[in-house]
């Protein structure tokens, strides 16, 4: 979550800069909405169980961390202009990835061809195992009751881990990096 934002802002920094566009705070908001923008599925549990919202969308890990999904949002975002397209392109892609690595419950990214879903140096309470996992839904309550970490907000953000000591001195390098930029 906090690298997310870190990572958007540092996108952000680095799409103005090569793209050669102002670094404006709306341009910087758009980077960190674009890395969260999959995450915007968990507001699916704030809709009806049976609403039209929630049956195409799904849960969380549903369609919008499903990366066949973008092949048809990409190009509506390059119509507003490159650099956005680049930008939201680039969220996208950081936030898959993040997704499939350590902290995340794996990307479906070969649906719809398949239903499994990759998750490459899981946790467990903190502590990374090396190892690909890879599973179909039917398997999923299972590699959840051997992988799942609980309370994991706690876990990982309100304790010393690996991930804390990752994810906050990223967002604190991309805070201070904007700050130099913008002012």
Request: glycine share 6%; no cysteine; net charge neutral.
């Amino acid at each position: 979550m906090f690298v997310d934002i870190g990572a958007g802002i540092l996108l952000a920094i680095f799409a103005a800069d090569e793209f050669r566009v102002p670094l404006t705070w709306s341009f910087v908001l758009f980077g960190v909405f674009s890395a969260l923008f999959p995450d915007l599925d968990i507001l699916t549990r704030f809709l009806p169980e049976k609403s039209f919202m929630r049956r195409i969308i799904g849960e969380h890990r549903g369609l919008l961390h499903r990366p066949a999904f973008y092949i048809l949002l990409f190009p509506l975002f390059f119509l507003i202009s490159f650099p956005v397209g680049i930008l939201f392109t680039l969220g996208i892609v950081y936030h898959l990835v993040h997704d499939t690595f350590f902290l995340g419950w794996g990307i479906k990214w070969l649906w719809p061809l398949s239903q499994g879903s990759l998750s490459i140096f899981h946790d467990r309470a903190g502590r990374f195992v090396a190892k690909v996992l890879w599973w179909q839904p039917a398997e999923e309550a299972a590699i959840k009751a051997e992988y799942r970490t609980e309370d994991w907000i706690r876990t990982f953000y309100f304790k010393p881990s690996l991930i804390s000591l990752t994810e906050y001195p990223i967002l604190i390098i991309a805070v201070v990096l904007l700050g130099v930029r913008m002012f």
